[in-house]
């Protein structure tokens, strides 16, 4: 007995040691990018049985039942009116986006989905300068015109004009961007666990609302084996784990770093979506993806020096 707790405490010590590691924490970093990268492909999958906002619903209203029951005193400790306020607003913006982003996947491919919400690395510098937050650099004014060409060769790929899943996509990443902003300015000094739960509450009213005003329930047929389990990997993997982990390992990584090795969600968004037969790699496409994922590389690393960071926490 003494010798399984010795073992125990030595593997528990060793297990910390890891954690407090930058390689270890950029592992993390990139496991939650490919799995970010996965849920694409997910819902693409699972939106094609299951209404949109009732997904959103189970989706968000399971995390934050997670994220109460792992992180309560911290919300206790931290409830006060700005706290929820700010909250409020972000779930707001977030919800926003997880709507437009979700009803995009719809008509689109994941992989389209994937590089066009990507686009807002490269809108937060020009999302912050229009709400008055100081001037985008040069070098973000450039990723952001490098990936607007990237944009325009991947929604102009089949020749037609804009798909609405793709401007749906690209209105999203706008949203996405704003809540970066918001989250920058409001949120420093305040508890990311306490007002992340409020963002999740937030965007569970409104997905439920919007689900008792324009949908119906699902059938029960759609409640298969393969759509609970992706139910389950959405909710308690990609929107409260990773987070848990991103929010962790950011801490322990340089912030350039970190935020490059987040993005990577496009590119592997991309690679399973051809994986499992939902895209076509064409030059154009190709091209517009390379493109997209340049400008969020110039963007990340013109942030390097003062700290910056603009990252999503989950698709």
């Not at 759509?227 to 990609?238: E, H, R, S």
Request: hydrophobic residues 55%; aromatic residues 12%; proline residues 4%.
């Amino acid at each position: 007995m003494g010798e399984n707790g010795g073992s125990a405490a030595t593997s528990l010590v060793r297990m910390r040691g890891l954690l407090g590691t930058e390689w270890f924490n950029k592992l993390l970093i990139v496991a939650c990018a490919l799995a970010w990268g996965f849920s694409f492909f997910v819902m693409k999958d699972v939106t094609a049985s299951l209404p949109v906002f009732w997904l959103l619903l189970v989706r968000f209203g399971a995390s934050s039942v997670v994220m109460l029951a792992v992180f309560w005193r911290r919300i206790r400790d931290n409830l006060s009116a700005p706290v929820v306020r700010v909250g409020v607003l972000l779930g707001a913006f977030y919800g926003a986006a997880y709507v437009l982003q979700t009803y995009g996947i719809v008509y689109t491919t994941p992989g389209k989905n994937a590089f066009l919400t990507g686009v807002y690395c490269v809108l937060v510098p020009l999302c912050a300068w229009l709400l008055g937050r100081g001037a985008p650099r040069r070098m973000s004014v450039i990723a952001a015109l490098v990936s607007l060409v990237g944009a325009g060769f991947v929604v102009l790929d089949n020749g037609l004009p804009l798909n609405v899943g793709d401007a749906l996509t690209l209105a999203g990443s706008v949203f996405y961007a704003l809540e970066m902003v918001i989250v920058a300015h409001e949120g420093r000094g305040r508890d990311v666990w306490a007002l992340t739960f409020w963002q999740f509450l937030t965007i569970t009213a409104i997905v439920g609302v919007g689900h008792v005003l324009v949908e119906a329930p699902p059938a029960a047929e759609a409640f298969t084996p393969g759509n609970v389990c992706a139910l389950a990997f959405l909710a308690l993997v990609c929107s409260f784990g990773c987070l848990a982990v991103l929010n962790y390992a950011l801490t322990k990584v340089d912030p350039t770093s970190g935020a490059l090795l987040s993005s990577l969600e496009s590119p592997s968004g991309v690679a399973f979506s051809v994986a499992f037969g939902y895209e076509t790699l064409t030059p154009r496409l190709l091209a517009g993806f390379v493109l997209i994922f340049a400008g969020i590389v110039l963007s990340e690393v013109g942030t390097k020096g003062d700290g910056s960071l603009w990252s999503r926490d989950a698709p």
